[in-house]
């Protein structure tokens, strides 16, 4: 079924398929755009980093979180409000992250970071961020625009990262960076439209996936935002449902939620991601899991993580994410690339005024 290219070509027709195709290309000019970042900041002038930001972009900030979580000796964390928390100060880093450089949250953030007096650097493709943070007189790193903002994950993400080496937060990503644009290369000739079914991992997952509920569960600490990012995936281009949860928490709640309504838990297709950095129990955990849910759901599918850095690997099941969607919104017959829902909120909030 999915083998009928005429039917993809159909339902892409902006070209989602050949912006995850070219991930690695994207992967690449983010690499350079991160070499020639420049600052004056130190790792000493900073406590604390805030990267603020929604959507794709709050989730490339989340990605960079959990990297280097266990290397970075001030806390990282991800706001995606209007708002930012009192503890913001002068010895705070705000990374206002936004491809358009108009959502309304994250340059209200962005205000606020001033009025607070933080130390501000904006990663954006242009808007009033990239107007407001130059004008400001504020470091800018400028991406290219082009795409969908879930579509430049690499433009998200790399400069992000790069901008943690730059400050000396953590160490250098260089290697990591060349081993993910080799995986990469390599998963897309095996997860493209050319390749059949029987040899084409993603096609299956999302044969699976069909006509489901797809729940997505990865594990603190090492998978918990990309389990966050196929569900955002698989919503914003597939326009189907899915959910995510994050292991062990979910060993404390929503395993118990699996008992009635039977027909509805008889819809649930799990996929559960696995990496080798998992914390031993959690993996014992999902196996565990997965014994208890056999016969309840309608399945539980284990995919593992691909390449030797922890940046490879995590790109390696995002890239596998990101194919499946695509697939998924092919075999519902719908456009990956239009956000309509979103697009009637934004129109429906510009009319209001406060
Ligand atoms: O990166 P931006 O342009 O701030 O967008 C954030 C999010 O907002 C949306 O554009 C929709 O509101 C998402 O598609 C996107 O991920």
């Known amino acids: 079924m999915l083998d009928n290219l005429e039917m993809i070509a159909q339902n892409d027709p902006s070209g989602m398929f050949e912006a995850v195709y070219n991930l690695p290309e994207q992967i690449q000019k983010a690499y350079e755009i991160g070499k020639n970042i420049s600052v004056d900041i130190k790792a ?72 607070k007096g933080a130390k501000i ?4 493709t242009g808007g009033k961020l990239k107007e407001m943070a130059e004008k400001d007189g504020y470091y800018v790193i400028t991406i290219p625009g082009g795409l969908q903002p879930r579509a430049a994950l690499g433009y998200s993400f790399i400069p992000l990262l790069m901008l943690f080496v730059k400050i000396g937060l953590i160490p250098p990503v260089d290697d990591q960076i060349e081993e993910t644009i080799k995986v990469l290369s390599d998963l897309r000739e095996r997860y493209k439209p050319e390749v059949p079914e029987e040899k084409n991992l ?8 069909w006509n489901k509920l797809p729940i997505i569960y990865g594990i603190s600490g090492t998978t918990e935002v990309i389990a966050e990012r196929w569900k955002g995936q698989i919503c914003e281009n597939s326009k189907s449902p899915a959910y995510f949860n994050v292991f062990s928490e979910l060993n404390h709640n929503e395993i118990v939620g699996t008992e009635s309504p039977k027909h509805i838990l008889g819809l649930f297709e799990i996929v559960m991601l696995h990496d080798v950095e998992d914390h031993k129990r959690n993996a014992i955990r999902m196996d565990i899991t997965k014994d208890l849910v056999k016969g309840v759901v309608s399945g539980v599918n284990d995919i593992y993580s691909i390449g030797n850095s922890r940046l490879a690997r995590m790109f390696s099941l995002i890239y596998l994410g990101d194919y499946v969607s695509l697939y998924l919104a092919t075999l519902y017959q719908n456009d990956p690339t239009p956000v309509k829902k979103i697009d009637i909120l934004k129109n429906k909030l510009a009319e209001i005024k406060d």
């Open 202 to 209: 993603a096609k299956r997952l999302t044969l699976k996936l």
């Open 121 to 124: 650097i904006a990663i954006t």
């Open 44 to 115: 000493e002038d900073i406590d604390k980093v805030v990267i603020t930001g929604l959507g794709g972009s709050a989730i490339g900030g989340n990605l960079v979180r959990v990297f280097v979580l266990d290397q970075c000796k001030v806390p990282v964390i991800v706001n995606r409000d209007y708002v930012l928390p009192a503890y913001v100060n002068s010895k705070t880093l705000v990374i206002a992250s936004s491809y358009s450089g108009n959502t309304e949250e994250t340059l209200s953030a962005y205000q606020d970071a001033k009025a």
